[in-house]
């Protein structure tokens, strides 16, 4: 694991394989191990980046609020460090808010997106308030509450929920939170993969991939539709019998349709 300081805090990231970059960003509350299982089917074809975000796995957390955007330019930061002007990107969940919020600001420094089992939109309003919610409640008992309450809807495969059980009982409390308020106030980026159907010239100009389990049982294949309506030219790839987390559950498969980001 490499530490490099960027925009005020201290950023661990790996880096592996060989070809063109492509930077996968974790999910919530998870960490860069969250693509331990995929890795191996893509570092003969990619330069692979694996940022912890703010606050998880070896990264520092500052004090919230923090926004995607902040999140977006930790990502920013860590290329200029490594001297990476574009990079192909791909986000699981809460990293696809990220990668988002990043191709919004830098549309020249992305190559291609893809957006794992991830969405768009923006939270509703009850669905906002439960993050602050839940937020409290992780300052109060710590990050079991969220451990347990995830783990069943992460995946139904018991191996994977081993895992990502382990990796979330030792991210810090300090994390979940921030994060928790970061992904409650991110802007509704939907309509922003629309303007790009109706010509108003917004710069989306890279090609767009959705990948999403039909069996997700934390945001429906639904939200996932809901881009591919919202952009026709987007790549969308169902993965039948996947549920949250198809770089785990579904790794060579997951694997296959990152190619497309080549
Ligand atoms: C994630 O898996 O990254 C988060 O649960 C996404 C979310 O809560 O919106």
């Keep these: 694991m490499n530490i490099v300081a960027v925009n005020g805090i201290n ?47 070896q990264s520092t957390t500052i004090k919230s609020p923090y926004t995607m955007s902040d999140m977006a330019d930790d990502l920013a930061g860590l290329l200029d460090h490594l001297g990476i002007e574009k990079t192909a990107m791909a986000g699981h969940s809460m990293g696809g808010y990220v990668t988002l919020a990043f191709a919004k600001k830098y549309p020249n420094r992305v190559s291609g997106l893809g957006l794992i089992s991830s969405q768009a939109a923006g939270d509703p309003p009850d669905r906002k308030e439960g993050r602050y919610k839940t937020a409290a409640e992780v300052a109060e008992k710590g990050v079991g509450v969220v451990v347990d309450a995830m783990t069943p809807k992460l995946s139904a495969n018991a191996d994977v929920q081993a895992i990502v059980r382990a990796v979330m009982e030792r991210q810090k409390p300090s994390a979940l939170i921030g994060a928790l308020k970061a992904m409650a106030e991110r802007e509704n980026l939907l309509p922003l993969l629309s303007s790009l159907r109706h010509g108003s010239g917004h710069a989306f100009i890279f090609p767009l991939l959705v990948i999403h389990g039909d069996h ?34 579904f790794a060579l498969e997951t694997s296959e349709a990152l190619n497309m980001l080549k």
């Design 11 to 57: 950023l661990a990231y790996t880096r592996r394989g060989k070809g063109m970059p492509l930077m996968l960003v974790h999910g919530f509350p998870l960490d860069s191990s969250s693509w331990n299982e995929i890795t191996p089917f893509l570092e003969d074809k990619f330069d692979i980046i694996l940022p912890d975000l703010r606050g998880f796995g």
């Design 216 to 249: 997700d049982a934390l945001i429906p294949i639904d939200r996932s539709k809901e881009i591919k309506a919202a952009m026709p030219s987007a790549q969308f790839v169902e993965l039948k019998g996947a549920g949250h987390m198809p770089m785990m559950e």
